[in-house]
Every structure is written in C-alpha cells, then in structure tokens.
C-alpha cells in the first residue's frame, strides 16, 4: 500500500471529513491498540547542517481501528487538499510555523543522525512533520515538504504495524521562488488565484507573500538589498492607504525604502536593506492592499504580477529576479440587439436573423442571493439597436424592456441569462431581444398635442363654422 494510499485512510477531525481507510475491510477483524514509535528517513540534503522535524499533526488510532488525525496547536490545513497539493500546501503550513518554534526532532541529535543526502529518525511518534533544513552554505534552500509518519496495516490481522515515512528533497539556490505566492480576494478573507464576481465600484484585495532570505555573514552596513515588486494592469488602479505589510502575521517596520506607492509601470514596492534582512531573516513577508476596476466599459482578465529582485549570496554584485507570480480579475459586459420578433410558446423571442430596430428602452437586473432582482443600470438610450453594459461580475442577469419602440407591442417577458459560466470567449454576452409590430394601428397615431392633432381640431373647426353658417342662411331666406 501507497503511503498516498494509506494517508487517505486518515480522518482529519479538524476538517470535519472523515475518509474510510482503504484497508477498512480487514481492520475489523482486530481491536484497536495504540501506535508505538517509529522511524523516517529524509533524503535529498546533501549540504545540510542540520534537519529538523516540526509536527504539524498527530496520528493515532481511533475507534474501529481508523486513524484519526488531529493538527497541532496554531496550523489548519486541509488533510485532503494536503494529499492532492502537495507543494502548495507544504508551504502554507510552513508560513503557519511560529517563528521561535523549537523541533520536534533534530538530526544530527538524540532522534536523529545525519549522514550524506540522508538524515534519518528514530523511535518518533507517529504523525505529519514539517521538514526545515538548515543549509552549511549560505544562499542555499531546500524544498518545503511534510513528512508523513503513519503505519501500513498487516494483511492478514488488519493490526497496525510501526509508523514509517520517508521524502526526498532537494536542493535550490534560489530561497525566494519557492515560496513566493499572489493571491486575490473580494472580501479579504478568503484568497484564491483568480476572481470572477467584480464589478465596477468593487473593493479587490490583493495578497503577497514571501519568505525573507537568510544570508550567512551579512552585516548590517552591506549593499544586499531585497524588493518585492506588484505591478498592477492597466485597468486596476490601487486604492491609496489600503497598503498592510507584516512578517509573521505582526505589522513590520523598516529601516530600508519601506513601501512606495505606484510608479512607472503602476508598480508598487517594498524595499528591505541589510539591518531589515539580519532583522527578520527566514520570516514569512505578507503585503496586501485594496485595487478597484478604474472604468466602467471593461470587460476581459486583468492579471495582477509579482515578483522580487534579491541576492542569492552576499557576494553577488548583482540583484537577481524571481519568477513572476500572478493573480487575476475578470469581469464580463452583456448587450441586448432589438430585433422584430416572432410568438413561440405564448412568448415573443428575437433572434440573430431578425430586423433590428430602434428605440427600445431596456433595465439590466441582477439577481440577489435572496431571489430579488436588483437594477444595475436604467439610463440606457433609446436610440441604437445595441446597447452594453460592461465591468460586471459573474451572476444571473435579465434585461427588462421598460419602453418599446414605436409601433410595437412592449415584450413582457424578461430575458434571463447567466455570465461568467466558463464559456465566454469575448467575455461579452449577447443577447436578441423580440417585439411584435402592433397590427392595430393604435401606436401609429399621433401622440396628443402633435401636429397631427392640431391639423384634425383646425379642420373640425371649420367643419363646425360651416355648418351653423348654412343654419343661420337658410332662417333668413325663410
């Protein structure tokens, strides 16, 4: 068995998901019965000068014979997500880490020996372990992962057997890269890669975080600088004072640059100097600030970059750049083309092939979590054919013709519609929209007080004048 395998047989009690052992068929057939220590072994470490284990979870048995996973005091993750996103997930947890945290196990140390690439563990409880390699050459880093320690149940009694685990690492100069992540929000709270419900006037929030360099040797009167750079698109203007900037999860103060507000290419910056980097060496660097759409005719994806400039070594003459990270914003627009319409099913529709037509007056409406439709915008014109609405948020829509054109039956029927399902292309929805003419002719009279109406009251007028003239003729000549 796997040890993916035997990880998804773990309940993660935090996570309130509990997940059946896949040796659950055969576990019956024995009692519960405490796990006893066991040992591990990571490789991939040639260069270190020490490896410590820092438990993020334990592991024990439960009732029916499962193991049951329960997170340390100060972490929450996912188990599952954990086993699915690997390298994502490490290096959450690994921001997670209290920065005066004392390992778990060490290696060389009571627990631990460290030999070549390999540092191995013995008589350690069973349980997930966040590996940190503490490099011998300055400017090196290992990749961020978690140790899982768990045991493989016996075939034949369904008893478990003792925790084993093992990973390889490896080695990397560049310690920024891999830790380096962007992230977006709409209420900033819950952050993803990308957002899709923004429309215009929306607060977005956008997250950096970063792992701060450790240097062996640096002074704090050294040229060795580090600057984290967000560069903004175009269509999202930064929101001014929103800036926060901690390390560790506590509010930073610099001695070098500090935060600059955006400047050539809509940049905005974080500069750290020598005393910064000696200061908060190996911290967790989290800046997040407040962005809005800065028109209303936008419609597309707006990717949001970061990246840092940094020295790998104290040597270097030469700042390097990181591998860009990026988070996005996409917003939708919608149009509706008046068109002369047909009856199908008791309702007019329009399509594609129809008349287009002028003079229309249409509401857009959003539908609301509770079911209400709410009008994102009523001064349309009446005059084109098309008329769009941009800088919208994915959701459920209906046009609501408000005012037909002359000469035509108003269309009663909303038109309802869904954006940003996936499918768009153009991130623009189009919609037909059908009127029926009015056959009876009443829209094509004149509207009171028109000319029309003044020529008709003129000639009954005189209609009236001519008559009492011929009455008044035919008294005298009687």
């Known amino acids: 068995m796997s040890l993916k395998e035997r990880l998804r047989g773990v309940v993660a009690t935090v996570a309130t998901a509990a997940v059946a052992l896949s040796v659950a068929p055969i576990t019956a057939m024995a009692a519960a019965a405490p796990l006893g220590s066991g040992n591990a072994t990571v490789t991939g470490v040639d260069g270190a000068a020490s490896v410590e284990l820092y438990k993020v979870a334990s592991v024990t048995n439960g009732e029916d014979n499962v193991l049951v996973t329960t997170l340390e005091d100060g972490f929450n993750f996912d188990v599952e997500d954990y086993i699915d996103h690997n390298a994502e997930v490490a290096n959450e947890i690994a921001a997670q880490l209290p920065a005066d945290a004392e390992a778990t196990y060490t290696a060389p140390g009571v627990n631990g020996t460290l030999e070549g690439d390999t540092a191995t563990f013995t008589g350690i409880d069973a349980g997930l372990y966040l590996v940190k390699v503490n490099p011998e050459q300055a400017g090196w880093s290992y990749q961020t992962m978690i140790l899982s320690v768990v045991p493989e149940a016996d075939a034949a009694t369904g008893t478990w057997g003792t925790p084993t685990g093992t990973v390889e690492l490896k080695a990397n100069t560049d310690t920024v890269s891999t830790t380096l992540q962007k992230k977006v929000s709409l209420d900033g709270e819950t952050w993803v890669d990308s957002v899709d419900e923004a429309s215009y006037g929306d607060p977005i929030y956008f997250q950096v975080s970063v792992q701060i360099p450790e240097y062996n040797g640096l002074t704090s009167d050294s040229d060795i600088k580090f600057q984290l750079i967000d560069r903004l698109p175009d269509e999202l203007d930064y929101v001014s004072g929103t800036n926060q900037i901690q390390v560790d999860g506590k509010k930073a103060y610099f001695s070098g640059t500090g935060f600059t507000n955006p400047q050539e290419n809509n940049e905005l910056r974080i500069g750290l100097n020598a005393a910064d980097l000696i200061k908060y060496a190996g911290k967790t660097l989290t800046f997040t600030f407040q962005a809005e759409l800065n028109s209303c005719n936008?419609?597309?994806?707006?990717?949001?970059?970061?990246?840092?400039?940094?020295?790998?070594?104290?040597?270097?003459?030469?700042?390097?750049?990181?591998?860009?990270?990026?988070?996005?914003?996409?917003?939708?627009?919608?149009?509706?083309?008046?068109?002369?319409?047909?009856?199908?099913?008791?309702?007019?529709?329009?399509?594609?092939?129809?008349?287009?037509?002028?003079?229309?007056?249409?509401?857009?409406?959003?539908?609301?979590?509770?079911?209400?439709?709410?009008?994102?915008?009523?001064?349309?014109?009446?005059?084109?054919?098309?008329?769009?609405?941009?800088?919208?948020?994915?959701?459920?829509?209906?046009?609501?013709?408000?005012?037909?054109?002359?000469?035509?039956?108003?269309?009663?029927?909303?038109?309802?519609?869904?954006?940003?399902?996936?499918?768009?292309?153009?991130?623009?929805?189009?919609?037909?929209?059908?009127?029926?003419?009015?056959?009876?002719?009443?829209?094509?009279?004149?509207?009171?007080?028109?000319?029309?109406?003044?020529?008709?009251?003129?000639?009954?007028?005189?209609?009236?004048?001519?008559?009492?003239?011929?009455?008044?003729?035919?008294?005298?000549?009687?």
Not at 424 to 435: C, I, L, T, W
């Open 298 to 478: 936008l419609a597309g994806e707006f990717t949001n970059v970061a990246y840092v400039n940094w020295y790998k070594h104290v040597t270097d003459d030469q700042p390097t750049k990181s591998d860009e990270v990026d988070a996005s914003v996409i917003v939708y627009g919608t149009n509706v083309t008046k068109v002369v319409g047909e009856l199908v099913d008791n309702k007019v529709v329009g399509s594609s092939d129809g008349e287009k037509i002028n003079g229309a007056v249409f509401q857009l409406e959003k539908k609301q979590a509770d079911g209400s439709w709410k009008a994102i915008n009523t001064n349309v014109e009446a005059n084109p054919t098309t008329s769009t609405i941009k800088s919208l948020g994915a959701g459920e829509y209906r046009w609501v013709e408000i005012q037909s054109p002359a000469g035509y039956q108003l269309n009663e029927t909303p038109l309802e519609f869904e954006i940003g399902d996936g499918d768009e292309v153009s991130y623009v929805d189009a919609k037909y929209f059908g009127d029926l003419e009015d056959t009876t002719g009443a829209a094509n009279l004149p509207q009171t007080g028109g000319p029309g109406t003044i020529a008709l009251t003129v000639a009954g007028a005189g209609l009236v004048a001519g008559a009492a003239y011929l009455v008044m003729r035919s008294r005298k000549e009687n």
